[in-house]
């Protein structure tokens, strides 16, 4: 009973959303997606992006795994829209 209390009482395991570099899909577009589905400020949104560009991927942020699923979703469907071939990945934190 103690371990299970002890179970509950967990934080939630945290994922972080992954933006994959790619030479297609303008820097324009990776900024906006983290502009809107990140709430990253133009100036973040910007870093975040070269740094992808640079490095080859980047943290967008973290969250709890229902959350992250649903935004690499979001942004998955927003390249797909756009016929942008960005990737998006979560990954436990
Ligand atoms: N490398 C792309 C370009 O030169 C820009 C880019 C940045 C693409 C980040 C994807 O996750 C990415 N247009």
């Known amino acids: ?10 934080p939630p395991r945290m994922y972080q959303v992954v933006l994959l570099n790619d030479d297609y899909t303008p820097m324009e577009f990776v900024v906006m997606v983290l502009q809107e589905y990140f709430q990253r400020d133009l100036e ?37 829209r756009g016929g942008h071939p960005l990737q998006c990945i979560m990954e436990a934190a």
């Open 44 to 80: 973040t949104a910007t870093q975040i992006m070269l740094k992808v560009h640079k490095e080859g991927r980047g943290v967008c942020g973290v969250y709890t795994k229902d959350v992250a699923a649903t935004k690499v979703e979001l942004v998955l469907a927003a390249a797909r």
């Open 1 to 10: 009973m103690a371990e299970r209390q002890a179970a509950k009482t967990e």
